[in-house]
C-alpha cells in the first residue's frame, strides 16, 4: 500500500483503489474509496459545517494511522483498517486475503474488505465488511417492524418501504457510532462471523466512524455532522385528531366543534387522503371543500391547527401532469410503462431529487393549501410508496434509483421546509411517513406507517420509536391502535387501543389516527375521481369507543397536558444536542449493563420511565429500576433503584416512574 499525508488527510492508493480518511467532527473520522480517478465529491448525510479540523498522521515501516482525538485508524501493509478508542480495539475490517505474513485467518478464502464488483457498463456493486466483535450490541438503525432492538443478528433491508425507514447509523455498546454514507439500496447484515454491509450501486465507499465513552456523547458528535432537528412548535404538543378520512368541511368543522362543548383542548386535526380532485393537483375539492379559508380560520379561533395530508404521486389527468412530465419532474422508469403508482390511479411520482420538482410542488400546494391558513402538511408516501419496489427499474435526475433513492424522503421533507422557511415560517413541521439520515433537520416528525391493529405491532413499535431516536430522529410517533384491521365494534380493539395511547402520552406527539372497521359507509357518489368516491373509516374520536374509553383517554390527555412544558425541554434539549425524546435505558444509564438489555422499557427524557403494557388482559408487568430513588406517578411510592419491581397497570394506566 501506497500511503501519503495531504494536509490533515491521509491517502492510500493500492490496485486502483484510492482510500481517503480524514477528521470529520469530535472524536471521528470519515473514510472513502473509489475505484475511479477521483471521489464525486457528494457529501450525501455529512450536511454540516465542521470547521477547520486537525489530525495526526504517520507513516512508517509500510503502514500508517491517523488519530482524531480518541479515536484512531490503523492500517496494515495492505490497508486493513483497524479502529481504536484510547487504545482499546473497537472494529477491524474483515480481510481473508495472504499478504505475506502467516495469521490465525484463513488466507486462502480471497477474501478483501472493500469488495468492489464492477457492474457491466456502468458503476459498482460494493461489499464492506468488518470483523464481529462478540458481545457487542448495536442499535439504531432507523425503523424496521420488529420487535428487535439490538440489532446484532440482523440482517435488514436498506431500502424505504411503507412503515421501514432505513436510516444506516448504528450505537455500538462497545462506544463506536458507524453511520454508512450512502443513500444506495443495499443490505446491513450484523452477522456473529462478521457484519457486511452491501450497495447494489455506488460510486465510491462511503462512511463515517465516532468514539465516545457514552451513547449520549456519540449522539452529540453523530447529530453534530449530519444536523439536528428545530425547536418542536409547542402548540402541537397536545392532542392530535385524525382518521380514514374527514370527507367534507363540515366533518372536520362538526368535530372540532364537539371537542370544544366538551372541553377538550385539541391542538391539531388533520385532512386526509382524496380531499383533492385527483391525485398530483394538490388542491381541495371544491364540492366537499367549498370555503377552506373559512373553515381554517374557525378552527384558529377555537385554537386547533390543521395539517392537510399531500401525495408525490401525480396522476396523468392531473392538471399538472403534463407540465411535469415534459419539464422532467416525474421519476423516470427504465423500461416498459412509465408508472410508478397504480393506487386510485395511472400515477407517476414526483422526482423529490430534482430542485425544480421541489420547487413546484411546494408552489402548488402554497397557494393551494398554505395561503388558506393550513398549518403544517402530512407528507404521506413518502418512500415514496411504489407499486413494485423494482428499485432497479427507476431512475431519478441525480442517478439511478439503486443508487441513491433511500435519500428520497429527506428531499421530499427539504422541499416543504426550504418552501416554509421561505415564506417565513419558523416552526416548520411536516408529518412524514419515511426519512433517511438528517430528516430531523428539515423538521420531519415521522411516524411508523401503515401499521397493524396487533399488540404484536404495539411492540414492534417501542422498538422502532427507541431506535429511530438513536439513529437521529427525535421527533417520532404512531398511529394510536395501529392503522389497519381495527374493528370499533370488537372490544379487544378497544382494549388495545387504550393501551396505545396510554403509551403514545410518553413519545412526542399524542395522534389519533387508523382506518377502522367495519367498512360498511357508502361513498357519497359514483365518481371515479374526486372526494366523494373514496370510501371511509368509522369514527375515531375520544369518543367513538364508549363512555369507559373515553374517560380513560381523557384521564391520560390531562397527564400528557399537565407534563407539556417537560415535553417542551426536551424538544429543545433534541435540537440542542441531538438527544432523543424518547430513549433507550442506556442513554440514562450506561454503566448499568441491564439497561442495554431491555427493550421493553424505555426513559422519556431523562426523568420518566415509562413501561408500557404490550400484551392483551395483562394488569401486571415488572419494570427494572435503575440505581436511584424512583417515585410511581400515579400513587406516589417510592422505591429504591437497582432492583426489579412488580408495578400494577390497570386498564385506566401504565406504569411510570419519576426520577427523584
Known sequence: MLYTKEGNRLIARRQGETLWIEPWGRNALRVRSTMNNSFTGNEWALTEEIGVQ???IVIADGKASITNGKIRAELNEVGVITYYKDSVKILREYYRCYYGTISRESSCLKLVARNYKPIIGGDYQLTMRFESNDGEKLFGMGQYQQPYMDM???VL????????????FALSSLGYGFLWNNPAVGSASFGKNYTEWHAQATKEMDYWITAEDTPRQITENYTAVVGRAPVMRSDVLGLWQCKLRYRTQDEVLSVARKYKELNIPLDVIVIDFFHWTRQGDWQFDPEFWPDPKAMVAELHAMGTKVVVSVWPSVDRKSINFGEMYDRGLLIRTERGTIETYDYQGDCVEVDTTNPEAREFIWEKCKKNYYDYGIDMFWLDNAEPDLAVYDYDNYRYSIG???EVSNIYPRLYAKAFYDGEKKDGNQDVLSLVRCGWVGSQKYGALLWSGDVQSTFESLKDQVAAG????VAGIP????DIGGFMCGDVTDPA???LLMRWYEFAVFTPVLRMHGDRDP???????DKDFGGGYLPTGQPNELWSYGDEAMGIMKKNLDLRLSIRPYIEKLAKEAHESGMPMMRAMFYEFPEDKKCWELSDQYMFGAKYLVAPILYADTYEREVYLPAGKWQDIRDHRQYEGGQTIKAAAPIDSIPVFERI
Open 54 to 56: 486537525s489530525a495526526e
Open 152 to 154: 446484532k443478528g440482523c
Open 157 to 168: 433491508e436498506l431500502a424505504q418501504r411503507n412503515s421501514q425507514s432505513s436510516i444506516p
Open 400 to 402: 439511478p434509483a439503486l
Open 466 to 469: 427507541l431506535n429511530m431516536g
Open 475 to 478: 421527533w417520532w410517533t404512531t
Open 493 to 495: 380493539f378497544v382494549h
Open 519 to 525: 367498512h360498511n359507509i357508502a361513498t357519497f357518489n
